[in-house]
């Protein structure tokens, strides 16, 4: 469970922007949309529970342990162990094969206590999302190689190659054709399902909400005022 | 630290940007080698040239350049240095104040200098044979241990001189000589000589030559018979011409109609090798030798460091502008990976984000840098140890 409660973040004390939170909770294996207008705070929310930022106040607890109140290096690992990423402009390395993007997480996580375990499990496991998400035959190939809708399924299998908890996906179909943008979360949604990870996933668009179990709007104003929950409504 | 995360994703990199990081090693290698190689290699062969010139006490020559005349000396090279003559080689033994070994060093076989002497010279060099034996009768030759590799022979076989003119009707003839011995291997310019006898020298260079007996020659080759013009006796004597056939190979069998004309003492010889019986001998000789105009007598260690002297003059002028060069060099590359460490800014973000942590960040910006420095070093190392053994042959 992630729960967030009284949290406040500005940029640098900035007044121009505020993140204010009253209270937040997400329940394990629930799959949320985040909604709002640019520049309202989804990104900053999102990286706020990944443990790239750290609030002014209040606490973002996941599974009991206070994120907020880790040091630097205890959220990086905590982000290698519990959570997996796909963000909107895939972020892929052209110095890598297709296949190696993908087991880049196991790479970054060698040597701490993460992971699914040795480096032929996450070679199969890598194997097998490709073959889901239809990329198989372009493991060997360089991203620049691919199409944007390849791109996008590269990443997300990324994202899942590890197993993780928690699914932070940054609008992985804002360059997606509506096909595409389908069959990513689609997948996504499927994918995590099968290991019951969490999904957080921003979006703007307004046809993928009904998938999730819920959406969280944040407001303009960087607050979030409508939980179609119900019960969590921050102010 | 994850050390394999760093390497997997360093060397991934630079393999994909393989042809930027062999420029910069290359640049970087060069930019650490050129500067020592320069200083290894003079010194090297500084201290080569030195040891030879060291174990050469004086050198006698015709007045003219004294350091053409040392490397003649030492080396065998400058063939076409002006001579002087035997005569003056044993008016310097007359003395008692020094032995002196005189040499001919004009002619070549393929590139290997024949060197005229006699058979001190083994000794004042400490030369040891390999094979063979030392040269003791005219045409007999000893090799140098590179020429007999070189030029694929062995005691029993045979070198040709090489004729100094193709199309010189009335210049040196080609002499085929025996090779009767070979040199053990002293890593010094005698490595690549081929030594015979003095008046074999001259043979090559027609000053003395084999034929039929005069009585024996048909006709067409006399020019006149009579009296022996030398004896003045009524002895019948027979005059041939030039166009007479000479032996061009010196056989057990044609040996003994070898023959000089005039007097050997006024035959050429490109210097002679001095050695003092005593510091005082050796300051009286060179007293001697200053009254003399046209011979030199030198010092082949003091000429050198003349040169030498010079030659470390530019050798720190040389150095300080491949240093300057350098750090010119070394901030282009350290531009370069600069920029390359810009352009990379978005992906070590998103590394970030990921859950990479700073420590590995860092090694992942300083993995270029370090494996470009640190492969440029290693390359650095072998060139310049390739260089120090390499310099070793140059030198000698």
Known sequence: MIEIEKLKFSYNGSSRFELSIEQLSIRD??????????????????????????????????????????????????RLREIGQVPQTFELLDYLTVAENIELPYWLSSGTESGIGS?????????????????????????????????????????????????LADEPTGNLDPENQDRVVDLLLAEAARIDATVIMITHEPALIPRFDRSVEVSAFARIRRDSGGKEVAE | MNFSGVWFLGWRYLLRNRW????????????????????????????NLRERALSTPLLAGRAGSPLELMFNGLYFTYPDLATMTLKEVDAIRE??????????????????????TNPDYARFRDLKMA???????????????????????????????????????AGVYPLKMT???????????DDDTILVDLKTTWIIEGLGHGHQAASDISAEFRIGEGEDSDSGEAAESIRLGAAVP??????????????????????????????????????????????????????????LEKLLATVFRLRGLVVALLVLVGIAALALGGLVLLLSHRLRAEEFRHLAQLGTGRGMIRALVVFEAGFVI?????????ILATLNELSQRWGQ
Not at chain 1, 29 to 45: D, F, H, I, M, Q
Not at chain 2, 96 to 114: T, V
Not at chain 2, 157 to 167: A, R, W
Not at chain 2, 253 to 276: K, L, M, Q, R
């Open chain 2, 20 to 47: 930027k990081a062999l420029l910069l090693i290359a640049a970087f290698t060069l930019v650490w080698v050129l500067p020592v190689a320069l200083l290894l290699v003079v010194d090297r062969v500084g201290e």
């Open chain 2, 246 to 303: 000479e032996y061009n190979e010196i056989t057990p069998e044609n040996v003994d109609s070898f023959h000089f004309h005039g007097d050997v003492g006024d035959y050429p010889v490109t210097g002679a090798w001095v050695i003092p019986t005593s510091v005082k001998e050796r300051a009286l000789l060179k007293g001697d030798f200053a009254q003399l105009a046209e011979l030199q007598l030198i010092e082949p260690a003091e000429e």
């Open chain 2, 131 to 169: 094979a063979g034996r030392s040269f003791l009768r005219l045409g007999e030759c000893v090799v140098g241990s590179n020429v007999a590799r070189e030029l694929d022979v062995e005691v029993g076989g045979s070198v040709i001189s090489s004729p100094e003119m193709l199309f010189d009707l």
């Open chain 2, 95 to 116: 003395t008692g104040h020094a032995e002196a070994i005189p040499y001919y060093a004009r002619f070549s076989s393929r590139g290997f200098r024949i060197v005229g």
């Open chain 1, 119 to 167: 480096r032929s499990r996450v070679q199969e496991r890598c194997r097998e999302l490709a073959e889901r998400t239809g990329i198989s035959e372009l493991l060997n190939q360089r991203p620049r190689q691919l199409s944007q809708g390849e791109r996008q399924r590269t990443a997300l299998c990324r994202g899942l190659v590890m197993e993780p908890k928690l699914m």
């Open chain 2, 179 to 189: 090779v009767v011995g070979e040199l053990a291997p002293t890593g010094t310019a």
């Open chain 1, 29 to 78: 294996g629930e799959r949320v949309a985040l909604v709002g207008p640019s520049g309202c705070g989804k990104t900053t929310l999102l990286q706020l529970i990944g443990g790239v930022f750290v609030p002014e106040s209040g606490a973002i607890r996941f599974r009991g342990e206070a994120i907020s109140a880790l040091d630097e290096k205890a959220r990086s690992q905590y």
């Open chain 2, 374 to 382: 640190a492969t440029s070093l290693v390359m650095s190392g072998l």
